[in-house]
């Protein structure tokens, strides 16, 4: 399952076919972790799978998917669900409506790992900690690293890395000219020079892994899905939204979905497994009257099992930008414009990071100045204590759901980033940076005091697209999945995507999704 298959079209089964079939295992969403699933679980060939997926094949997809620089214009597509948020208010001083903040995810076979930035790389061990918060066992940095290690094959080599999986990761060997000086800033300024700051055990500023295999994207699709998509055993149906879950008493026994405006059932014997992201896999229960009691009535859902954590928990990593212009001309991106981040710690008495810090090299807009040639210093507090909500208004599966990062809320998400505005400051003002004619747009040196940066960061910042939490592992009331994944009080359901992480790493998440859904694999291998 290593390297890149040549691309060819996905098929995707009749949904007639599939109906008549009796299937194993049906699994809603194929994203990042759809694509491990589908392809570990048919590696047991006594085992039938069926992948549903609401949006087109792979090859399908437009062709920036494979264009590593091209990845920004995607969010523009058909590949993204289009989402935005509800006005993000709660932040602002005078708690004046602000913006809906867009909040972009995949749609179609690869799900998000097909239009994401492509950055590969584990939180920092210190944020899994948080894991067993309400209970969950066996979920610590320790228990995911052969898991972490499965999903892999690391060019670096580095202790603790993975070997022989069906991604190969690695940074870039040419970083962009800016972003090497902005490394080099990074270290004359005092920050730690870090080796492998993709494998949970390093703090510092280093070159990131990436998802990219030969100036190519490899996505979930590409890695997992698409070599093995000829096994007798598994089958897909693209196109197929998830409208609601079908239960005999308390056991889940298959999937009720849409194609074309025609609606059919799918039957999974043993169990159905929801990969619908963060945003899909609540919305299907909650349409499903599963969910929080009050809110189910509200939206004129029946209720059909009350579980008053699904949707709420939800939450992200936001990021401020901080947008420079340079005299010097910034060469053309190569690879996917974000090739060198640090994770760091905005008090020292933490007891790991909490920010990370990324060079990219373009300027993004921003609210003060149009800036045609520079580049940009992400911000972003990795393990934020503000918590939303997801909701749904109706039963209808082709509403889009009420999505409530309710970002900054949490004063201690603010304080974070100004410390690592005040490092983004140091390395923009370092001598490694001086021969590149370095000008602050955006917040621009006269937004100085803590207020006017908190003010800054509360309004003017935008989705790191990773959300986490709306069906949060672990054993107590607020959990929705127990820590095996299997949604509680409930039979033959489970959950194994992006929404069970109940506290987000601190790094991007799609390498900790792959590790989810590699463990779940293994879960559901051996309850057969
Ligand atoms: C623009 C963008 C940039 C990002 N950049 C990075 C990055 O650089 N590095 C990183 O680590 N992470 C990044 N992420 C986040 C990362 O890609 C996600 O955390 C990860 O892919 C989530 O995987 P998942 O399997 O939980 O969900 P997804 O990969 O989103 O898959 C869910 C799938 O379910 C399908 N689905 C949803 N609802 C239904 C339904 N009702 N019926 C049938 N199918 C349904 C969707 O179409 C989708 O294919 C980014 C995300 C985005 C959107």
Not at 31 to 49: I, N, Y
Not at 238 to 256: D, K, M, S
Not at 270 to 282: K, Q
Not at 289 to 298: Q, S, Y
Request: aromatic share 6%; glycine share 10%; net charge negative.
């Amino acid at each position: 399952m290593s390297g890149r298959p040549t691309p060819r079209p996905t098929p995707s089964t009749d949904p007639e076919r599939a109906r008549q079939q009796l299937y194993d295992i049906v699994l809603v969403g194929g994203g990042s972790a759809g694509c491990v699933l589908a392809a570990r679980l048919t590696e047991r060939s006594d085992l039938r799978v069926l992948l549903l997926e609401a949006g087109t094949a792979a090859s399908d997809l437009p062709e920036a998917v494979a264009f590593p620089p091209a990845w920004p214009t995607l969010v523009k597509t058909e590949a993204n669900w289009g989402d935005t948020t509800v006005p993000q208010s709660a932040g602002t001083p005078s708690a004046e409506p602000g913006p809906g903040i867009p909040l972009p995810r995949g749609r179609g076979i690869g799900g998000s790992s097909a239009i994401n930035a492509m950055v590969f790389g584990r939180g920092h061990r210190t944020s899994y900690r948080a894991w067993a918060d309400h209970g969950a066992k066996g979920w610590d940095f320790d228990d995911l690293l052969p898991y972490f290690q499965r999903s892999e094959t690391a060019v670096c080599g580095a202790p603790g890395r993975g070997t022989s999986g069906p991604l190969t990761v690695g940074p870039t060997a040419d970083p962009n000219e800016v972003l090497a000086a902005c490394l080099k800033g990074a270290v004359e300024t005092g920050q730690r020079r870090a080796h492998d700051i993709s494998g949970g055990l390093e703090e510092g500023f280093a070159p990131v892994d990436l998802n990219i295999v030969d100036g190519r994207r490899q996505s979930a699709a590409d890695a997992y899905l698409t070599p093995v998509l000829d096994r007798p055993n598994l089958d897909v149906v693209t196109g197929a939204t998830a409208h609601r879950l079908l239960f005999e008493g308390e056991r889940c026994v298959g999937v009720e979905y849409g194609v074309h405006g025609r609606v059919h059932t799918a039957r999974a014997a043993r169990e159905v497994v929801l990969t619908a992201g963060t945003l899909g896999s609540a919305s299907l229960l909650l349409r499903s009257g599963i969910g929080p009691e009050r809110e189910l009535r509200e939206a004129g859902v029946e209720v059909f099992h009350a579980l008053p954590g699904v949707g709420r928990n939800l939450h992200d990593h936001p990021r401020i930008n901080l947008v420079h212009r340079t005299r010097r001309t910034v060469p053309p991106a190569r690879g996917n414009h974000g090739e060198i981040i640090g994770l760091l710690r905005s008090r020292p008495d933490l007891d790991g990071p909490n920010l990370q810090l990324i060079f990219i090299d373009a300027p993004s807009p921003n609210p003060v100045a149009p800036v045609d040639n520079g580049f940009t210093i992400g911000v972003s507090p990795m393990r934020p204590f503000s918590r939303g909500t997801l909701r749904i208004t109706s039963a209808d599966p082709y509403a889009a759901p009420v999505i409530d990062p309710a970002y900054f809320t949490d004063e201690r998400d603010v304080q974070a980033v100004l410390s690592g505005i005040a490092t983004a400051r140091e390395i923009a003002g370092s001598a490694a940076l001086a021969a590149w004619g370095v000008e602050e747009v955006a917040p621009g040196p006269d937004v100085a005091s803590p207020q006017a940066l908190g003010r800054y960061a509360r309004t003017v910042f935008q989705s790191y697209c990773h959300p986490v939490g709306t069906c949060a592992l672990g054993e107590d009331e607020s959990s929705v999945v127990d820590s095996e994944l299997r949604v509680r009080g409930l039979a033959g359901l489970r959950v194994a995507d992006g929404s069970v992480i109940p506290s987000i790493p601190s790094n991007n998440t799609n390498a900790t999704v792959y590790a989810v859904a590699e463990r779940a694999a293994v879960f559901l291998r051996d309850a057969v």
